[in-house]
C-alpha cells in the first residue's frame, strides 16, 4: 500500500534461466508440466524406461519451481553452477544427479537458445516502450470497473516465451508464460490477461 492506496507489481521478462530449462525440458523428454505446450523449433527429446523417465521428471519438477520462483522453492541442500550453462543453470548439490547426466550434452545448444530468445523479447519490448505499462493498466482498470471497487495489492510475473500455441498458462503461484505471439497482438493480449487479473486483483 502506497498512501493508503492498494499497489500492484508486474514484472514481465523472457528470462534466460528459463528458457533453458524449457528447451532442456524438450531436448531430454520430459513431459511435465503436461498443461505446458512445447518450444517452436527445438527438438523433443525421446523417453527413457518407465522408472528412469519418473526419477527425471521428478528432478526436473524441483529445478523449473526453484527457477521459476525461487524465492517460494528454496532448495533444501546448496546449489551448485553446472557446467557449460554459465549462471542460468544451479541444481542442488544432492538429489539431481539424474538430470546432471542428462542435460550436460545440451549445455551450449540451450544457452544459445536462451540468449537469442531473450535478446529478440528484449528488441521487441523496446520498440513498443511503454506499451507493456498500458497492457497490463487497461486490464487493471477494466477490473475495477468491473467489480466496482479498486484492485488489490498483488504481484505478477509473466515470462513471455517462444511456445508452440497461443495462450497463457500458470506455471507457479506469482507466475504465468505467455507466448510471444499473443504479448504482440495488443487485443488478444488485453483479453488473455484479463482473467488472470482478475484472479489476483
Known amino acids: 500500500m502506497t498512501g493508503g492506496q492498494p499497489e500492484w507489481v508486474i514484472r514481465e521478462d523472457a528470462a534466460q534461466p528459463v528458457l533453458v530449462a524449457l528447451y532442456l525440458r524438450q531436448v531430454v523428454g520430459i513431459r511435465s508440466p503436461e498443461e505446458l505446450p512445447a518450444l517452436r523449433r527445438v527438438p523433443t527429446g525421446a523417453e527413457r524406461a518407465e522408472a528412469a523417465q519418473a526419477q527425471l521428471e521428478r528432478e526436473w519438477r524441483e529445478y523449473w519451481a526453484m527457477t521459476v520462483e525461487p524465492q517460494a522453492h528454496p532448495s533444501p541442500v546448496p546449489l551448485e553452477l553446472i557446467d557449460g550453462f554459465e549462471t542460468l543453470v544451479a541444481l542442488p548439490v544432492e538429489g539431481a544427479q539424474t538430470l546432471r547426466e542428462a ?3 545440451h549445455a551450449d545448444d540451450a544457452v544459445d537458445f536462451a540468449r537469442h530468445a531473450h535478446g529478440r523479447y ?8 511503454g506499451v507493456s505499462y498500458r497492457a497490463y ?65
Do not use: C, K, M, Y
Open 122 to 129: 528484449a528488441r521487441d519490448a523496446a520498440a513498443r516502450p
Open 137 to 201: 493498466a487497461s486490464a487493471i482498470a477494466a477490473h475495477e470497473r468491473a467489480v466496482g471497487r479498486r484492485a488489490h495489492s498483488f504481484e505478477l510475473n509473466v515470462q513471455v516465451l517462444p511456445l508452440a500455441q497461443r495462450g497463457v498458462w500458470w506455471i507457479g503461484s506469482l507466475t504465468v508464460a505467455v507466448t510471444d505471439g499473443l504479448r504482440g497482438d495488443v487485443a488478444a493480449f488485453d483479453a488473455a490477461i484479463h482473467p488472470i487479473i482478475a484472479e489476483l486483483a
Open 103 to 105: 542435460i550436460a550434452p
